[in-house]
């Protein structure tokens, strides 16, 4: 009779414990295969295919983590409509890698990662300040896996040619050497530009140097309320002064192409801001990491190096602006668990140096971070990778003409910077409505 009794309770324990790990497994899957189930998860992104399957081929062999990924690359401005047009047919990938530039705009698409799943203290303990905008009060659209920081790259020759010793660290200094390092003709048309500030129509990611600007000056733009709604931080009705930081960047920003003004170095008769600088013809190009392989190859023997973006003077706090790279479950997929292990799988430390070293960018985890690659480049990459914060971009295309519009309001002279930075706020507002 003991000996049954004693069967009975072990028989009760284990059962116990059974439907326990079953239900613990089963909260994310969603219905579908279970993560041991040999299910090949599709990834969609915007990378090359080439880092991609070199980074999992190594990271299978290093056993690092076992992953079971097909990968589809799709060019950038084909990503979401291909997306779109995917999920509507029900032929979607399980996850997305995407840049947070797209993650409001298709929220919705998206599966949250519960807090049970990823607790907040957990995420911020992992990955860099600048991928807080992927969490909300219920979890998170994402988990980071790396950054492409917003950084300066400067030219060698042209400092060197007017005895300039080393690239500026402030905007200061920027102002300052504006007016030396420009070279002009007679009736003030440019030969030779110091910097590619004040037109949107050619200055590459100017929505990205003036969001930096505006955070800088201690701006806010878009943030979640305590019912994961956007709001618009610019908007002076919610409290901040985030409207005039706006204003006082679209006025740094757009002296750069006033013809009267000592530190005019730019206008939109001159080819774009990249390839300026490509053509040897810039001194400090304003642009993102992952510019650094395109530079090069188009021009193998220009003298150039990097450093971080410059920042206000006796400024505590440095910043600069970047995009994070996340992936993202989406709601339709048939295996959420499998996909979630998957991901764990890829944004654990020794799979995400893996894929930054496939990519040459920065790896989104802090304890990567904590030690420089030791790499000329690298360490300016992973410098700014912790100073970089993002936003939530309602719509990058729309927003992008915004900002463009603003700039070309204060640089034609229909309105102040201060009024354009005010109409940026309500389209903004309208934007998000």
């Known amino acids: 009779m003991k000996t049954s009794v004693t069967q009975i309770i072990i028989l009760g324990i284990f059962i116990l414990f059974l439907i326990t790990g079953v239900i613990i497994f089963a909260k994310f899957s969603g219905g579908g295969s279970s993560a041991t189930d040999a299910v090949q998860i599709q990834v969609w992104g915007t990378i090359p295919d080439t880092a991609f399957s070199a980074a999992i081929e190594s990271i299978n062999s290093q056993k690092v983590a076992v992953v079971n990924i097909a990968y589809r690359q799709i060019l950038p401005n084909d990503f979401e409509q291909t997306l779109i047009e995917a999920l509507a ?33 957990d995420f911020k303990d992992s990955f860099v300040e600048g991928a807080e905008t992927l969490l909300t009060s219920k979890g998170t659209y994402g988990v980071p896996l790396f950054v492409d920081p917003l950084v300066m790259y400067w030219n060698r020759d042209i400092l060197t040619s007017h005895n300039v010793a080393r690239p500026p660290t402030t ?30 129509s050619n200055v590459l990611y100017s929505k990205d140097i003036l969001l930096a600007l505006t955070m800088q000056a201690g701006g806010h733009f878009i943030a979640r309320d305590e019912n994961d709604l956007p709001i618009n931080l610019l908007d002076s009705t919610t409290g901040n002064d985030s409207e005039n930081a706006l204003g006082t960047s679209m006025s740094f920003f757009t002296q750069f192409a006033d013809p009267l003004k000592s530190v005019y170095s730019w206008n939109r008769s001159l080819p774009d801001s990249q390839s300026a600088f490509i053509n040897g013809d810039l001194a400090f190009y304003f642009g993102h990491a992952s ?11 220009l003298n150039f190096d990097v450093a971080t973006l410059p920042q206000p003077k006796d400024v505590q706090n440095k910043l600069t602006t970047g995009i994070m790279y996340s992936f993202s479950i989406l709601a339709t997929s048939q295996y ?13 430390a020794g799979a995400a140096a893996v894929f930054s070293q496939a990519l040459g960018l920065p790896p989104a985890r802090r304890d990567l971070l904590a030690t420089l690659p030791g790499s000329v480049f690298g360490d300016v990459f992973w410098k700014s990778t912790l100073w970089a914060k993002t936003w939530i971009d309602p719509d990058p295309k729309q927003t992008n003409a915004i900002f463009a519009s603003a700039v070309d309001d204060v640089v034609t002279g229909k309105s102040k910077a201060t009024d354009s930075a005010k109409l940026a706020s309500q389209k903004i507002s309208e934007l998000l409505r």
């Open 336 to 348: 959420k668990s499998a996909a979630y292990a998957n991901i764990a799988a890829l944004t654990s």
């Open 89 to 121: 047919d029900g032929t979607g990938p399980d996850v997305v890698l995407i840049p947070n530039t797209l993650l409001l705009k298709n929220q919705k698409k998206f599966t949250i990662i519960g807090s049970d799943i990823l607790s907040a203290r």
């Open 291 to 301: 510019d650094a392989i395109n530079i090069r190859s188009k021009n193998p023997n």
């Open 171 to 200: 905007w200061e200094e920027v102002l300052a050497l504006a007016d030396v390092l420009t070279e002009r003709r007679d009736d003030r048309s440019i030969l030779k530009s110091a910097v590619a500030l004040g037109d949107a």
